[in-house]
């Protein structure tokens, strides 16, 4: 294992992918850094992101977290510019409310409290409304149709606006694979309502192996043609297979090789149908991520 790790670290090293943070020049309209990736994480441990950081060494980019419609602690996200960090707000819709609801004004007290609570923190934030809002009929995040959602979309994104959160950048996440079948594109609510094309895909215990490019390729290829920054807003690769430390060496390869790529938000938890991809799970897994953004590639705002 060991010499593994340091083939690892070597290859990540020798790498010329740049890891930036949010003061690289051109950030001030979308976040996104002129050259390089945000690279942050979703820590699901005791520890949290503190911990995180204190296991490899140096301060991530952005930190999401998940919050439920309504979520009443906006304010509480001061705390990441303080420590040097981006909140994603990863803020979910279902089984709260629907698109209809939304769309209908039904639910503005709700969203103008967000609003006027997150411009008050300032700094920039990014927020993603409805992340997965294309989950089938039924599934957890379901609010409605595509046209359901492209309104409340806009309902949301012009609320914001309207009170003047200009921190406020907005994030629209599809599940990856829907790309392939155009259904993902399907509930795009167009380039003035959008600040970065996401992206959530992941390797699933018991199913086909996927490279990185395979999983968010056609995902970057949209954000491309969109004119938007690209972000992985979740994706992870089995803790406890020996293929994902590799997988993580040809993902950064790839990523060097895509400008449009900006930002990689790692899923460092079981997810709720019980895979593992925690970090500390397996040694080598997280000193391979770690490698990921190695200085003096990462900056930190």
């Known amino acids: ?104 004004g039904s639910q503005d007290a709700v969203i103008k409290r967000a609003a006027l609570t997150l411009r008050a923190v300032g700094g920039k934030i990014l927020l993603r409304p409805f992340y997965e809002f294309d989950q089938p009929h039924g599934h957890p995040r379901y609010i409605g149709s595509p046209s359901q959602v492209i309104a409340a979309w806009r309902h949301t994104f012009n609320l914001f606006r309207a009170v003047g959160a200009k921190n406020v950048k907005f994030v629209w996440c599809p599940m990856s694979f829907d790309f392939a079948s155009g259904y993902a594109q399907k509930f795009w609510p167009g380039a003035n309502y959008v600040n970065w094309v996401a992206a959530d895909g992941y390797n699933f215990p018991g199913k086909p192996w996927r490279s990185f490019g395979e999983i968010f390729g056609l995902a970057n290829q949209f ?53 593992d991809f925690r970090l500390t799970a397996a040694p080598t897994v997280l000193h391979t991520w770690a490698s990921w953004g190695l200085r003096p590639y990462f900056h930190v705002f």
């Open 1 to 104: 294992m060991e010499g593994l790790v340091k083939l690892i670290a070597t290859a990540l090293a020798a790498m010329t992918l740049v890891i930036a943070g949010a003061t690289s020049a051109g950030a001030s309209t979308t976040i996104a850094p002129k050259t390089g990736v945000l690279f942050g994480a979703f820590p699901n441990d005791g520890s949290g992101i503190a911990g995180l950081e204190a296991r490899i060494g140096r301060r991530l980019a952005i930190h999401n977290r998940y919050v439920p419609w309504d979520f009443s602690s906006w304010s509480t996200f001061s705390a990441d510019h303080s420590a040097g960090r981006i909140p994603l707000i990863s803020w979910s819709a279902a089984p709260k409310t629907t698109a209809a609801a939304i769309a209908s």
């Open 223 to 275: 954000a491309v043609r969109e004119h938007k920054p690209m972000m992985a807003a979740e994706t992870a690769s089995p803790a406890n297979d020996p293929r994902t430390p590799h997988w993580m060496v040809a993902a950064a390869s790839w990523i060097r090789g895509h400008n449009q790529f900006k930002a990689i938000d790692y899923f460092d938890s079981v997810s709720p149908k019980g895979y």
